[in-house]
């Protein structure tokens, strides 16, 4: 009896940490969108160099259309490429936090 509810207790300890691990990446997700609601339009040559080099390796062959800020340390980089835009979102310091396709 004691080793079938160890493996009980194991399971449920896994089951819980899978629940409180998902509900610690939507929320993430949650507030990165809503931080990333109000952008000013700011010149390209505005953007750090870490960044720009961050993107460069991860979108090569991209251009950079536009670039917007929020004001809180978080870049929305509007970018194309063979007629496929996306929106790269980094944080001032180089950091990557996502990719959003944008709407035809």
Do not use: C, E, H, W
């Not at 449920?12 to 997700?29: D, F, H, Q, S, W």
């Not at 004001?71 to 509007?78: A, F, M």
């Not at 996306?86 to 959003?100: C, D, E, L, N, P």
């Amino acid at each position: 009896m004691g080793i079938a509810s160890d493996r009980y207790n194991n399971r449920m300890r896994k089951m819980l940490l899978i629940i409180i691990l998902a509900t610690v990446v939507n929320v993430n997700a949650a507030s990165i969108d809503s931080v990333t609601q109000g952008y000013q339009k700011i010149d390209n040559t505005q953007v750090p160099v870490n960044v720009l080099k961050n993107v460069s390796s991860r979108y090569s062959g991209y251009v950079l259309n536009k670039s917007y800020s929020s004001g809180n340390g978080i870049l929305k980089l509007v970018l194309s490429r063979s007629g496929k835009t996306v929106s790269a979102f980094y944080r001032t310091t180089g950091q990557f936090i996502k990719t959003k396709p944008n709407q035809a």
